[in-house]
């Protein structure tokens, strides 16, 4: 799945401002962590810095840097997305004193856990991500 929208606004060091909405069968992907790596091209002379974008609760985004949140947007360009795990939602708690934590899964069906995105030169408000679990 590569995505690629238009419309944005530019900032210092090249970076673009970059929203949307991150649904799984049309259901709000909620509080979740993905991070957006860079592909560095053969011409490039620097790798742009990780990204990070967080879904409120009805999965609405907006990229950052990763270690820099106050640094809004990305640099265009081509990137893959990867999920921050989660506690396992279907994981029901016995009570017991000795109980582990819940495991760790992805938050999206396993043919999304790496997917190309792609930020375009005038960055946009519509980089939506609609996955399905077919």
Same mark, same amino acid.
């Given at each position: 799945m590569a995505l690629t929208?238009?419309?944005?606004? $530019?900032?210092e060091d090249g970076r673009v401002s %970059? $929203?949307? %909405?991150? @649904? %799984?069968?049309g259901e709000p992907l909620k509080n979740v962590t993905?991070?957006?790596?860079?592909?560095? @091209?053969?011409?490039a002379t620097e790798t742009p810095?990780?990204?990070?974008?967080? @879904?409120?609760d009805e999965g609405r985004y907006a990229l950052f840097e990763a270690r820099y949140p106050a640094r809004k947007g990305g640099r265009p360009g081509t990137y893959v997305?990867?999920?921050?795990? %989660? $506690?396992?939602?279907?994981?029901v708690s016995t009570g017991?004193?000795?109980?582990?934590e819940p495991p760790a899964?992805?938050?999206v069906p396993k043919k999304y856990r790496k997917i190309d995105f792609v930020i375009p030169e005038s960055g946009t408000d519509s980089a939506d991500l609609?996955?399905?679990t077919d």
């Amino acid at each position: 799945m590569a995505l690629t929208s238009l419309c944005g606004c $530019s900032g210092e060091d090249g970076r673009v401002s %970059v $929203s949307g %909405v991150v @649904t %799984v069968d049309g259901e709000p992907l909620k509080n979740v962590t993905f991070f957006a790596t860079a592909i560095r @091209t053969g011409d490039a002379t620097e790798t742009p810095p990780m990204l990070a974008g967080v @879904t409120d609760d009805e999965g609405r985004y907006a990229l950052f840097e990763a270690r820099y949140p106050a640094r809004k947007g990305g640099r265009p360009g081509t990137y893959v997305i990867s999920w921050q795990m %989660v $506690s396992d939602p279907d994981f029901v708690s016995t009570g017991d004193e000795n109980e582990q934590e819940p495991p760790a899964v992805y938050p999206v069906p396993k043919k999304y856990r790496k997917i190309d995105f792609v930020i375009p030169e005038s960055g946009t408000d519509s980089a939506d991500l609609v996955l399905t679990t077919d």
